[in-house]
């Protein structure tokens, strides 16, 4: 305001007064991220907004390059923070509309890739978007995370931080289920706001995907005791079925008992669900709501981080595990033997791990990598039921190289069963150039000899990787087949990236047909691996 306008109107102030103190906190991030880097507020605000009836349907694709011929499925991108304007050209639309992208791969030599884009219908906007879809209202559109299969056949699930998931056509990509279809199965409702008028639990931003297909979700709970909520939704039936409510593990140096923010809800092993708490809270009951800011302060640098170990059927904590204090924001893999229990993860020191949400969007302002933690297997003979896990790095903390790695995946075949020998990821490469801004690079770590093998190229902006096999019945060990990267140029071009999985080198790069977009989205999905994400 003092910059555009020479300091506050008179006439604003009341109304600044009455702002919720989440809203004024915002508008400050925005003016600081400016201030950091004045790029990335310009950034932001050069994209043009999508029409919110916009829509394309196989669409073909620009190819450079050559797609393999065995490459046959669908690769799904969650796009969150669509910018839009109303259907009459003028009227503004919603700031944050989910959407899908896809692009599908039909096999064979010669053959030409399809894309589509579709947003995702859910709140009242899209519904003044596309009045003949009148879904309710309680469903937060703008936050689109990530798909997984667990909507049925032919159907993916676009999955935000609340339970109501809508399904859509895996091949149109149109909503054609409603998104309240947990029809008061999860319990009694978690949050003040009144029926109707926004969602009655947050839950957590991943909803994992068993080898079977049944998928799991993670609720957090305020009344009567705070703690998680897990429940699951067996596979093809869309119906979500509570297992247990954890407790609230109690930090040393905190008295109130406050569910831990947690974004990939749990990993999976063929026995077990393993559950992470962080020393940070969520009081996401109260009604400022859902705050990064309050959650990075909650920060306790002497906590613990927790790994619950739950049995798979019933939810029940069988063992508990710690290490010192830490963030992570996503599981790689999980699994177990007869004695121990193992799970990768994307790691960082502490909850500037948030400042990507915080600073603009700028992700090269936390050091992090990528790590092993083992556990006791609870159900061993004579296993320590509680106690410390052991962590080991897969890439280095002070590497400049593979600064900030996230979105870390393996080959989805063997996905929650057994180790890979190969992990692909993003991350900031600070060697590239000074202070970049977000991710530069697509890497790959050989988790045997710690090797790393780095992809990036210039004025192109990569997304998460998703690794798909060559073969179905390829070993852990192998790294072939390709990785698909959707990417973002400096011109606004949205694309996808095939990288060879084994060269690690571009082998095609894909032009789509959809306009420029204000982010890269976050996470994928391949039609026909249930596990991928």
């Known amino acids: 305001i003092n910059a555009e306008y020479g300091g506050i109107d008179p006439t604003m102030s009341p109304r600044l007064k009455t702002m919720p103190i989440t809203a004024l906190t915002t508008c400050l991030l925005i003016g600081l991220a400016a201030a950091h880097d004045p790029g990335v507020l310009h950034r932001s605000l050069e994209v043009p907004p999508m029409p919110c009836n916009y829509s394309t349907h196989h669409a073909p694709v620009a190819v450079q390059g050559a797609v393999p011929a065995w490459l046959k499925g669908t690769f799904y991108k969650a796009i969150y923070h669509t910018k839009t304007v109303g259907p009459d050209g003028h009227t503004p639309g919603d700031p944050s509309l989910s959407a899908v992208m896809s692009v599908h791969f039909s096999g064979g030599e010669g053959s030409t890739p399809e894309a589509s884009f579709e947003f995702v219908q859910g709140t009242q906007w899209s519904a003044f978007c596309k009045p003949h879809l009148p879904l309710p209202t309680n469903f937060s559109a703008g936050n689109a ?14 999955v935000t931080a609340t339970p109501e998931a809508p399904a859509v056509d895996g091949d149109t990509l149109d909503t054609v289920a409603a998104p309240n279809t947990y029809q008061g199965s999860l319990g009694e409702p978690q949050l003040p706001s009144p029926p109707g008028m ?92 859902f705050n990064w800011t309050s959650i990075q302060d909650s920060w306790d640098g002497e906590g613990i981080l927790y790994w619950n170990v739950l049995d798979k059927q019933t939810g029940t904590r069988l063992g508990r595990y710690e290490l010192p204090a830490s963030w992570t924001w996503h599981n790689i893999n999980a699994w177990e033997n007869s004695t121990h229990i193992t799970v990768d993860i994307s790691w960082a020191r502490n909850a500037s791990a948030l400042n990507g949400f915080l600073n603009g969007g700028v992700f090269s302002t936390w050091p992090g990598k990528l790590a092993r933690v083992t556990m006791p297997n609870p159900t061993s003979p004579g296993a320590s039921l509680h106690g410390p896990a052991v962590m080991r790095d897969l890439t280095c903390e002070g590497d400049p190289s593979v600064r900030t790695p996230e979105f870390g995946v393996i080959n989805p075949l063997q996905m929650w069963r057994r180790p890979t020998r190969y992990i692909w990821a993003s991350s900031v ?21 710690g090797e790393v093998h780095s992809h990036a190229e210039p004025g192109v902006m990569p997304g998460a990787p998703l690794f798909i096999p060559r073969d179905s019945e390829q070993s852990a060990e192998s790294a072939a087949g390709v990785v698909l990267v959707n990417t973002l140029t400096d011109q606004g071009e949205v694309g996808v990236k095939l990288i060879d999985g084994e060269s690690h080198e571009r082998v095609a790069s894909l032009k789509l047909p959809i306009p420029a977009l204000p982010s890269l989205g976050l996470h994928n999905h391949w039609s026909e691996l249930p596990t991928s994400v």
């Open 145 to 158: 995370i990530t798909i997984t299969s667990g909507c049925g056949p032919k159907r993916v699930c676009v």
């Open 198 to 289: 926004g969602p009655a639990f947050w839950q957590s931003g991943h909803m994992p995907t068993d080898v079977n297909g049944d998928v799991y979700g993670l609720l957090y709970i305020y009344k009567p005791v705070p703690g998680y909520r897990v429940y699951r939704i067996m596979n093809g039936t869309n119906q979500r079925e509570v297992l247990a409510d954890l407790p609230v593990s109690r930090q040393p140096g905190r008295s109130e008992q406050i569910p831990s923010y947690n974004h990939q809800a749990v990993g999976i092993t063929e026995n077990f669900l393993l559950l992470p708490e962080m020393p940070v809270v969520l009081d996401a009951a109260q009604p400022a709501g």
């Open 429 to 449: 490469d600070m060697t590239l150039g000074d202070h970049p801004t977000s991710w530069t690079s697509t890497f790959r770590v050989d988790t045997e000899t």
